[in-house]
């Protein structure tokens, strides 16, 4: 089947550092479904229903910045362009205004060595709040490198590929694939029976089209965060994971995030750990982007692990 490229740019509005970004996104190196190289980002999406390849490289400053965006899958349509440079704008948050966020925390003298430390990082989403609910649903109860783990398995098993490339990048599975897939295939990969009928059960509601999760985002959080609760197999902290990484609510801040708690206790060099009440007490200064800090205090341990290659200002 014959493959086409498509090229474009974007222009971000400023400041944006796509190495930070991708990071933010990707969160550990074990990550097989979101690749960064050290200059590029790639991803494989699915598009009009069909998988193809997106390669990001940032070319202007973190000031003046430029993207130059590859696309790459079998029997695009002109409209593809439009649907990759949408979903870009989402998963980097290319169109999101910080000017706001940028005066708070030069008020504050905690964050704001912090926030200039990483300056051009904007807030990452998942593609689809589908699959921030899986994600939420795989890494319950588990470190975040195993929640990976089996999340990259899930991918390699049951995602599309590009036709005739030999790459191992595959688009994250769709819910018709998952709603298809049996218990005992989930099981295999790692996932407890508990999380595989959930994953099934919420899989086949959409494919059904009794599900949309899409329309979560005209809803305020509340009513949002309740109607996430509704379904089998999310509890609190998956709630308000999809918040923030699928509905790109920067108010909220997981408080049940046993590694976001850590994080922050450590930034605040509290002598004793932080129940979900104190951590909605601890960010309530930083409102309403503490789901923002959520993500620079990520980014402090990508960096202390050194898996970040450079944290240098970009001029």
């Known amino acids: 089947m014959p493959v086409t490229q498509m090229v474009f740019s974007i222009t971000p509005v400023p400041p944006f550092r796509l190495d930070l970004t991708a990071w933010a996104l990707r969160r550990r190196p074990e990550n097989a479904i979101d690749d960064w190289d050290g200059t590029k980002y790639r991803r494989v999406l699915m598009i009009g229903g069909r998988p193809a390849e997106v390669t990001v490289r940032q070319t202007g400053s973190a000031e003046r910045p430029r993207l130059l965006v590859s696309l790459r899958g079998a029997h695009l349509t002109p409209s ?23 005066a708070l925390a030069a008020r504050d003298r905690r964050i704001a060595p912090l926030v200039h430390e990483f300056r051009g990082l904007k807030p990452p989403r998942f593609p689809t709040i589908f699959e921030a609910v899986v994600n939420g649903i795989a890494c319950q109860q588990l470190s975040l ?28 599975p769709d819910p018709a694939t998952l709603a ?15 999380k595989a009928k959930a994953l099934i059960q919420i899989s086949s509601a959409i494919s059904d089209r009794h599900l949309d999760l899409e329309k979560l985002a005209a809803l305020d959080n509340e009513t949002a965060l309740q109607s996430l609760l509704s ?13 923030l990484r699928g509905l790109g609510r920067l108010d909220s801040f997981p408080g049940d995030d046993v590694g976001a708690r850590n ?8 002598s004793k750990p932080l129940e979900y ?10 409102q309403p982007y503490a789901g923002f800090i ?22």
């Open 80 to 102: 593809a362009k439009t649907v990759a440079r949408s979903l870009l704008e989402r998963m980097l948050g290319l169109r999101t205004n910080l000017g706001p966020f940028y």
């Open 145 to 172: 490198l195993v929640g990976l783990l089996l999340l990259s398995r899930l991918t390699r098993q049951f995602g599309a590929a590009v036709p005739n490339e030999e790459d191992s990048l595959r688009a994250f």
């Open 180 to 194: 298809g897939a049996g218990i005992q295939s989930l099981m295999s990969m790692g996932l407890s029976s508990h």
């Open 231 to 243: 379904l089998h197999g999310v509890g609190r902290w998956t709630a308000e994971y999809v918040l």
């Open 263 to 270: 994080n922050l206790v450590r930034f605040l060099s509290l």
């Open 277 to 286: 009440d104190g951590v909605r007490r601890a960010v309530a200064g930083w």
């Open 294 to 315: 959520y993500f620079h205090l990520l980014l402090l341990h990508i960096k202390e692990q050194r898996w970040l290659e450079s944290v240098q200002e970009h001029n």
